[in-house]
C-alpha cells in the first residue's frame, strides 16, 4: 500500500503476522469461533497501537430493553459534563457478523471523542448476523433511539440533540435506520456521522468483479450472513429517494474500495438538499481509523470527526483534548 504513514504500515505488517502465526482465516468454523477470532485479532492490534483509554470518560453500561430485544450500551461520558448533554448512539463495525462495543478500539476512540466533543456516546450492541439478518440491527437501531428519548430525564439526554453514528458495517446500519426514519418508521435525530460506511450493494459486488477471489469469498460470507435487500433500505446509496436525511458527515479513507459508495452518497444526499460534510483522508485504509498511538493519519482523522461534532451538535470549541 503505498502513501501511508509509518504507524499504518507498521499495523499492516501486525495484522499480517498475527494472521499467519494463528494460521486459521478469520472466517473458519463456528460463527462464535469467528467472532472470538476476530475480537483477539483486534484486541492485540489495538493494544498495540491504539492510544490507551482517556482517563477523563467515565465508562459505564446500561441495559436497553429496544422494544423486547433486550441488549445494552457501552457509556461514554466527559467527568465534567453538565446535568443534561447532547448524545450520540454509535453503531461499531465487524461486517454486520463480528464486532462489539467492548473491544479495546472502541474504548480508545469514543473515550477521547467524548473527551474532545462533549457528546456522551452509547455505543449499542445491536444484533449481529447471521442470527439476526436485515432488517433486524437496522430496526433494532430504531427502538433504541425512541427508548433513549422516552428515557431522556433519567438518562440526562438532550431530546434535542440525540444524534445517530457508525464505523463501517454500524455506519451502514446507521444510515439505513436513518433512511427508514425519513420515510416515518422513528423519532428524527439531530445529526448522522458515517465512517468509512458501506452503503452501495451494487458497488460492493462492482468491486468483487475485479477483487481477488480471497476477497471475494470473505465479502460474499458476509452479504450472505447479512442477506440486505436489493433496492437500497440496507444500502442506502442505492435507494430511490433520500430526502429527509439530518445533517451528515461522512468520512472515508483515501485507500479504501469503499470510498466510492460513500462519495456517491454524499453526492446523491447534497442533491436532495441535506447539509453534508464529506472528508477523504490522506494515507487511511478502511480499518485504520483507530491506530491513533502510531499513525499521524488516524490522529488527523480522530480530529476531524472530533471538531465536526463540536460543530453539530453546538458543544465546547476549545479545541482538542488529544
Excluded: K
Amino acid at each position: 500500500m503505498t502513501d501511508t504513514d509509518l504507524g499504518t504500515a507498521e499495523w499492516l505488517e501486525l495484522d499480517a503476522q498475527l494472521r499467519e502465526r494463528w494460521g486459521i482465516p478469520l472466517a473458519q468454523g463456528s460463527i462464535a469461533e469467528q467472532r472470538d477470532r476476530a475480537r483477539r485479532l483486534a484486541d492485540t492490534l489495538a493494544a498495540a497501537t491504539a492510544t490507551a483509554p482517556a482517563t477523563a470518560c467515565r465508562i459505564h453500561e446500561i441495559e436497553i430493553d429496544a422494544g423486547g430485544l433486550g441488549t445494552y450500551a457501552r457509556v461514554y461520558e466527559p467527568l465534567d459534563h453538565g446535568d443534561t448533554v447532547p448524545s450520540q448512539l454509535f453503531l461499531h463495525g465487524g461486517g454486520f457478523v463480528h464486532g462489539s462495543p467492548r473491544e479495546l478500539v472502541n474504548e480508545s476512540v469514543l473515550s477521547w471523542r467524548a473527551v474532545s466533543t462533549g457528546v456522551r456516546i452509547l455505543s449499542l450492541a445491536y444484533a449481529l448476523a447471521p442470527e439476526h439478518p436485515f432488517p433486524a440491527a437496522r430496526d433494532q437501531t430504531i427502538h433504541v433511539l425512541e427508548e433513549l428519548r422516552d428515557r431522556a430525564g433519567e438518562l440526562r439526554i438532550d431530546r434535542d440533540r440525540l444524534g445517530l453514528g457508525g464505523n463501517s458495517a454500524g455506519a451502514s446500519i446507521a444510515a439505513s435506520a436513518s433512511l427508514a426514519i425519513a420515510q416515518g418508521a422513528g423519532p428524527s435525530i439531530h445529526h448522522l456521522a458515517l465512517e468509512v460506511p458501506a452503503v452501495s450493494l451494487r458497488g460492493i459486488h462492482d468491486l468483487l468483479a475485479s477483487a481477488d477471489l480471497q476477497a471475494r469469498e470473505e465479502v460474499d460470507t458476509l452479504l450472505r450472513a447479512y442477506r440486505p435487500d436489493s433496492d437500497g433500505a440496507a444500502f442506502v446509496a442505492d435507494a430511490a429517494g433520500l430526502d429527509g436525511f439530518p445533517p451528515t458527515l461522512i468520512v472515508a479513507a483515501e485507500h479504501d474500495p469503499l470510498r466510492p459508495g460513500a462519495a456517491l452518497l454524499a453526492d446523491r444526499l447534497r442533491a436532495t438538499g441535506i447539509e453534508v460534510a464529506e472528508h477523504v483522508v490522506p494515507g487511511t485504509l478502511h480499518g485504520s481509523a483507530g491506530i491513533t498511538r502510531t499513525s499521524t493519519s488516524s490522529q488527523r482523522w480522530q480530529q476531524i470527526v472530533d471538531g465536526a461534532l463540536r460543530t453539530a451538535y453546538g458543544t465546547r470549541t476549545d479545541g482538542d483534548a488529544r
